[in-house]
């Protein structure tokens, strides 16, 4: 059974960089879309982007585009993702989650639990 | 960016009931649109994908349809368990977006 797992500061100040790693267990980091998502309490979900394990290529919100950076390491079964300049409107709580490149559609198939973030000085 | 409207944005009912929520896509889609349930302090959980395909391990009582920018979401007979906010979400093109949300409580 696949498992997603978030790590990372659960505060960061404001203007610095949020840092998570998403640990993969169960299954191989290849051959999918590996994304990241952040729901703020009491709000809808934002897709952030995500990166493809074959070829690393990466497609991000334009809205955060700016300020995001992803990565993946295929040798710990871990993608990362940096935001830069952080504000307090970045406090939410993140969660990785697979796309499933085998149906056309690439739905979300498996997440993590989630980790909340909270940007504050 | 392709946006996502549901409706309603809650609505309340009983353990039985039948329970259909909506979504609009802003542009054709044509079947790339998914369906996820989040109960309070979970992630979401993937039902339906392609529109009308139900993921493994999903309850029979879950349906979907649509195509194009008109798609529903079907609960045949609500049970205790569904009571959760319940997203669509479109993968045809980038940013991936998300509809605000139904929010399905108990009567």
């Known amino acids: 059974q696949v498992q997603l797992q978030e790590s990372g500061p659960g505060l960061v100040k404001p203007s610095e960089t949020l840092s998570l790693t998403c640990t993969v267990s169960g299954g191989s980091i290849s051959d999918y879309y590996w994304n990241w998502f952040r729901q703020p309490a009491g709000n809808g979900l934002e897709w952030i982007g995500h990166i493809y394990s074959s070829g690393r290529s990466t497609s991000y919100n334009p809205s955060l585009k700016s300020r995001v950076t992803m990565s993946l390491d295929t040798s710990k079964n871990q993608f990362s993702l940096k935001l830069n300049s952080v504000t307090a409107a970045d406090t939410a709580v993140y969660y990785c989650?697979?796309?499933?490149?085998?149906?056309?559609?690439?739905?979300?198939?498996?997440w993590g639990q989630g980790t909340l973030v909270t940007v504050s000085s | 960016d392709i946006q996502m409207t549901q409706s309603p944005s809650s609505l309340s009912a009983s353990v039985g009931d039948r329970v259909t929520i909506t979504c609009r896509a802003s542009?054709?889609?044509?079947?790339?649109l998914n369906w996820y349930q989040q109960q309070p302090g979970k992630a979401p959980k993937l039902l339906i994908y392609a529109a009308s395909s139900v993921q493994s391990g999903v309850p029979s009582r879950f349906s979907g349809s649509g195509s194009g920018t008109d798609f529903t979401l079907t609960i045949s007979s609500l049970q205790p368990e569904d009571f959760a906010t319940y997203y669509c979400q479109q993968t045809y093109s980038t940013p991936r977006t998300f509809g605000g949300g139904t929010k399905v409580e108990i009567k």
């Open positions: 989650a697979r796309g499933s490149v085998y149906i056309a559609q690439l739905p979300f198939d498996y």
């Open positions: 542009q054709s889609i044509s079947n790339y």
